[in-house]
Nanobody, 115 residues
Framework: QVQLVESGGGLVQAGGSLRLSCAASRSIFSFDLMAWYRQAPGKQRELVAAIRRRGSTDYADSVKGRFTISRDNAKMTVYLQMNSLKPEDTAVYYC?????????WGQGTQVTVSS
């Protein structure tokens, strides 16, 4: 088992930046995948960014060039740096990790981008 706690969400104006953090309750070194998802009202949850154990990354087309995912094994934390935010980035952002075929989710953090 692992507990995940997201933080860093909030209200920001369009064009601004936020950095989300997802802190794990134990070492993340063995996690196969760490990812950020988001869910806007009335929409399905979607993958935003993912980082694998060896460091390769994937991004949704809508955030490429604006968002950066990273992980700090020593701090047991995965980050999502979000720049040039747009109103359409407004959503609840969730952290997910995968390990040995099991998935774990955080409780989510709200990001609201005003125009």
């Amino acid at each position: 088992q692992v507990q995940l706690v997201e933080s860093g969400g909030g209200l920001v104006q369009a064009g601004g930046s936020l950095r989300l953090s997802c802190a794990a309750s134990r070492s993340i070194f063995s996690f196969d995948l760490m990812a950020w998802y988001r869910q806007a009202p009335g929409k399905q949850r979607e993958l935003v960014a993912a980082i694998r154990r060896r460091g390769s990354t994937d991004y949704a087309d809508s955030v490429k060039g604006r968002f950066t995912i990273s992980r700090d094994n020593a701090k047991m934390t995965v980050y999502l740096q979000m720049n040039s935010l747009k109103p359409e980035d407004t959503a609840v952002y969730y952290c997910r990790v995968s390990e040995w075929g099991s998935d774990y989710w955080g409780q989510g953090t709200q990001v609201t981008v005003s125009s």
